[in-house]
Structure formats: C-alpha cells, structure tokens
C-alpha cells in the first residue's frame, strides 16, 4: 500500500507514505518535496491511493 503525489503530465511520483494502515480514517501531508529534497512548483498534482482492495486517485492544487 502506499499514497503518492503526481504532477499530471510528468513521471515523477513523491512517496508520502509506503506501509500499512489499521482500519479508520487517516490524514497525511505533502511537503511538496521529492525524495532529493528539491520543492516542487505550485500547481495541480495528482494523489493516488492504493490499497489490496481497490485504488483511486484525486487532483489536489499545491500552493505555496
């Protein structure tokens, strides 16, 4: 399972998260940095959640 944020048109996705979750609602937060530590530009990303039973995938707007 993981959740990931992608700028659309690009390759490139930020891991937030990469482990298992108990049941329940949960909430996490994008720094809008990529694993070398560099900011990503304002904009509109892409979030994607998968899991073992289904995935989905929302746009989100950064801003600065």
Known sequence: PGR???RP???RWSKVANRAFDAGTHRLTWD???ESGQV???GMYFVKVE???RS???QVLRVP
């Open 32 to 34: 809008g940095k990529v």
């Open 40 to 42: 990503r530009a304002a």
């Open 51 to 53: 899991m073992a039973v």
């Open 56 to 58: 989905w995938s929302r």
């Open 9 to 11: 048109g690009s390759t």
């Open 4 to 6: 990931s944020a992608r």
